[in-house]
């Protein structure tokens, strides 16, 4: 699975406005949610499930990078959205640092396509150069160009 197949075209936010963690993850879903990708009327249950998911265990794993993500009923297809903070947010990271790029994962219940999507996700994000370019992306056309040049060349 390649991170462009994942990433949902319409749901970057290359300048997030939200500075709380919650407020973050509401963006994202709302995005996401006015790209057709939650159904009808699912924008806050999911919302809701991802904040109780980042409760339990932060996914805030450090160098700036949170991966908020959740399953559930309402998505058919595994579906992410990227957003950048250019002020950072505390998403209580493993590295106690603030994060600056969260990338927003929702995944049907059934099937492998969650592990698969986090398994494309997270091959990229341990590259430095990767996190540095997707942090710096000023536009959405930047963050497309990266997706696709990161899945062409996974090793740059």
Known sequence: ??????????????????????????????????????????????????????????????????????????????VAAIGISATGIDFSALDKQPVYTIIMLISPVDGDQHLQAMEAIFEHLQNDNFRKFLKQSETVEQIKE???????????
């Open 1 to 78: 699975m390649k991170i462009a197949d994942v990433i949902c075209a319409k749901a970057i936010i290359p300048r997030l406005e939200a500075v709380k963690r919650d407020e973050a993850i509401r963006e994202l879903i709302s995005i996401l949610d006015k790209a057709g990708k939650l159904g009808k009327d699912n924008a806050a249950d999911i919302a809701k499930a991802v904040i109780k998911r980042e409760n339990e265990a932060s996914t805030g794993i450090g160098k700036g990078v949170a991966v908020p993500h959740t399953k559930h009923k309402a998505v058919k297809k595994v």
């Open 146 to 156: 990266l997706l696709v040049e990161a899945d062409q060349n996974p090793s740059w």
